[in-house]
């Protein structure tokens, strides 16, 4: 069974710096495309970053620039590297990985930005 273990959520103030780790395990097969999703209190689950095996990432409008996504592949970890945080990215930070067949999403970690 696929678990994933995130940490690295806390409360930091507005400028300052986070680094999420989500470590995967559990599966046969190789972990696919991994990302990091959030959600706000009374807001929709939405995507932050993916990066796929093979290093190519992706972004949301919002996090470009200040967020950097990465994984080391032997490790099965993923991480987020989250600068210059605002009070908007306040939110429950999850960790995701697919393999060809599922989808698995981890328990999530609080992220507080205060202003």
């Known amino acids: 069974q696929v678990q994933l273990v995130e940490s690295g959520g806390g409360l930091v103030q507005a400028g300052e710096s986070l680094r999420l780790s989500c470590a995967a395990s559990g599966s046969t097969f190789s972990f696919g495309v991994m990302g990091w999703y959030r959600q706000a209190p009374g807001k929709r689950r939405e995507l932050v970053a993916t990066?796929?095996?093979?290093?190519?990432?992706t972004y949301a409008d919002s996090v470009k620039g200040r967020f950097t996504i990465s994984r080391d592949n032997a490790k099965n970890t993923v991480y987020l590297q989250m600068d210059s945080l605002k009070p908007e990215d306040t939110a429950v930070y999850y960790c995701n990985a697919q393999t060809f067949s599922t989808s698995n999403w981890g328990q999530g970690t609080q992220v507080f930005v205060s202003s």
């Open positions: 990066i796929s095996i093979g290093g190519t990432t």
